[in-house]
């Protein structure tokens, strides 16, 4: 016999189960039963693509048996894959998907919360354990001669042994808890099917016991009996005028694992030159790896039914990878390697149409402001991302996007900033950063409140790099205020005569700060503050830079901001007057100090920074 510990991870799960998903404990069989739908799915593309299994006979079905009432057993069979010791040891006792970790530790312990965040991450298999004091799982691997069965009580750990089964596939014995006996009968197992596994494609039997009467109605022994439970047929393929929204979302859990109802299906049932239906769905809320490099694809390809891949990322643009469902072509050759696949052009196709039709839907949201902007707050980063990487959708992209802004507190489309440009206004200019509040009160706004012209207001890091590869919008260049060039079309003549006064004082300042600025300019975009940075036409900003420095990419250059003075500020005014004294000196770092601190960049030694302040209060008290 060995006993192996859980993974600490998988303890958390097992814990944050029993804790928050007491309330809906039936999904326990949901579980099961796609997990033997998934392994069926599995084992039927391995008897269509692969030599070694080509002569296996294959009766799909899962069984289940309810025939034990005292010793309270349930049992889930399939004659799918199937899987061997070090299977059983990987998928049962760890969870691999990385950023496991951080998830769970992240889960609040509001348990009404912690349940519709633990159903985005998908419960699976360990849910048997809010109805089981002790599950065993008997499984054989296709292709292989040896059994294995692994034992847990779901606490201290798992063992596997050897174990005997006359054919490949899977069960699953649970052993009722006290909980479980009272809630699990004959009738609650096929309302649960029915609610839940209606339209797995496989049949599902149920096997029990009934009691039998004699003529006098006395009862005289018990019968076995079997029903099939489930319709057992594509649900994708039923006519859409059939189904109702119900009917989408239950069959939207048997595939996600997800808790809550879909935020939205789409379903096409296309005949023509390409025959194929499609049923897509948008979770409520996004799936907590979608920023994970190993995420996990959400959508599974079928060919005639019959269920092809499920992890091929290319099915799905990346950016559109939190779309859950299916596609399922009836023009693609069955025994289509994965390989293959990749260079299909019915496939193409396929996706080509899938992704003008998600986008056509999100669009036609985009008129039911409040539902748009819950879409929004969940994938908007992702819309961006497909702007930036979509060409071809590029156009419907940008008009999916939404920013805040300078002149709204609402979100606002590029279409709308578009309508409320000023006449001789040749660019849409934007601020990017992290925080909201700072942001709208950045002294890189000053010239454009003063001029009432609105600049869209970016808090999300991710915009700093996506929006300048987008270039523009309707003709009309993104134009970045932390820029020098930004506010080139916008200035006035007068502005250049104040130049040339300053032109001593500059290169005084200039000489203070050495390397640590590309250059110092009177600027003509500052009201209220003294000084500003920004950076270099084709440079990244300051921000930017310490955005990748903290991402670990060290490779980029350090390039160094431009500062820019206010000639109508008083400090600036003064200065002019100051010989190269050290108060001067003082002045030149603090007017840089300040508007790097503003940009949101660390000072390298704030405590420097805070000497000199001290220096000029003590002066001034
Ligand atoms: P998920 O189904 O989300 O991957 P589970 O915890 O339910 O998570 O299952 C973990 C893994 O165990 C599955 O991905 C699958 O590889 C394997 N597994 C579970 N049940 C079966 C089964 N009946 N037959 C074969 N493999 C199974």
């Known amino acids: 016999m060995s006993k192996r510990k859980f993974q600490t991870e998988v303890n958390q799960l097992l814990h944050l189960i029993i804790h928050s998903l007491y309330s809906s404990k039936e999904i326990f069989l949901r579980e099961l039963i796609s997990n033997a739908s998934d392994a069926l799915d599995k084992l039927k593309y391995l008897t269509l693509t692969d030599d070694k299994f080509k002569s296996i006979k294959y009766d799909p079905k899962i069984e289940i048996s309810y025939l034990d009432k005292d010793n309270k057993l349930l049992t889930v069979s399939d004659c799918g894959i199937g899987m061997n010791k070090d299977g059983l040891a990987k998928n049962l006792g760890t969870i691999a998907r990385s950023g496991t970790k951080q998830f769970l530790e992240n889960l609040t312990g509001d348990s009404k919360k912690d349940s519709s965040l633990i159903g985005q991450f998908g419960v699976g298999f360990y849910s048997s354990f809010m109805v089981a004091d002790k599950v065993e799982v008997i499984s054989r691997k296709a292709g292989e001669k040896e059994a294995w069965i692994w034992t847990s009580d ?71 009996k079997t029903d099939q439970v489930n319709a057992a047929s594509a649900f994708w393929k039923r006519p859409k005028s059939e189904l109702k929204k119900k009917d989408y979302n239950e069959f939207y859990k048997t595939i996600s694992h997800d808790h809550e109802d879909p935020m939205m299906h789409i379903h096409t049932q296309a005949e023509g030159t390409l025959d194929y239906t499609t049923l897509f769905y948008i979770p409520k809320i996004a799936p907590f790896d979608l920023f994970q490099v190993d995420h996990q694809a959400g959508v599974k390809l079928y060919v005639k039914r019959v269920f092809i891949t499920e992890d091929d990322k290319e099915l799905m643009p990346s950016y559109l990878r939190f779309v859950r469902g299916i596609i399922d072509s009836e023009d693609l050759p069955l025994n289509v390697s994965r390989e293959i696949l990749q260079k299909n052009r019915i496939l193409a196709k396929i996706k080509s149409n899938s992704v003008k039709k998600i986008l056509s839907e999100l669009t036609a949201l985009t008129k039911k402001k409040d539902k748009y902007l819950e879409f929004y707050e969940q994938y908007g980063r992702l819309l961006k991302e497909g702007a930036y990487q979509d060409f071809e959708n590029r156009d419907t992209l940008l008009e999916l996007l939404k920013f805040k802004s300078s002149k709204t507190d609402d979100y606002t489309s590029l279409a709308e900033y578009v309508d409320r440009m000023k006449e001789d206004q040749k660019s849409i200019y934007h601020i990017t950063g992290e925080n909201e509040e700072s942001l709208r009160n ?108 903290t991402m670990g990419q060290s490779t980029m250059p350090d390039v160094k901001p431009i500062l820019e003075i206010n000639p109508e500020h008083k400090i600036v005014k003064k200065m002019k007057a100051l010989g190269k004294t050290k108060t001067f000196e003082d002045l030149c770092w603090l007017l840089y100090e300040q508007a790097m601190l503003i940009e949101g960049v660390k000072l390298p030694n704030p405590a420097t920074f805070v000497t000199r302040l001290n220096n000029f209060l003590i002066k001034s008290i």
């Not at 606490?155 to 006996?181: C, Q």
């Not at 009738?187 to 494609?201: A, D, G, R, T, V």
């Not at 409140?449 to 207001?457: A, P, Q, R, S």
């Open 154 to 224: 779901g606490k201290s750990g798992y063992s596997i042994d050897n174990s005997v089964r006359k054919t490949a596939g899977t069960d699953i014995v649970l052993h009722l808890n006290d909980e479980g006996k009272e809630f699990v009968n004959r009738w609650e197992i096929q309302n649960i099917i029915k609610k839940y596994s209606n339209h797995i494609p496989f049949p599902i039997f149920l096997h029990y016991e009934e009691e039998k009467y004699d003529k006098k109605g006395e009862v005289k022994g018990k019968e076995k």
């Open 442 to 549: 950045s002294p890189l706004l000053e010239m454009y409140n003063g001029k009432d012209i609105e600049v869209l207001i970016m808090d999300d890091p991710f915009d700093e790099i996506i929006i300048p590869s987008l270039q523009k919008y309707k003709e009309k260049p993104f134009k970045s205020v932390h820029h020098s060039d930004a506010a080139d079309d916008l200035k006035t003549e007068d502005s250049k005569s104040d130049k040339k006064d300053l032109k001593p004082l500059v290169k005084k300042i200039k000489k203070v700060l050495g390397d640590q600025v590309k250059d110092v300019l009177v600027s003509s975009r500052l009201n209220e503050s003294p000084s500003c940075i920004v950076a270099d036409q084709n440079d990244p900003t300051a921000k930017m830079q310490e955005m990748f420095k």
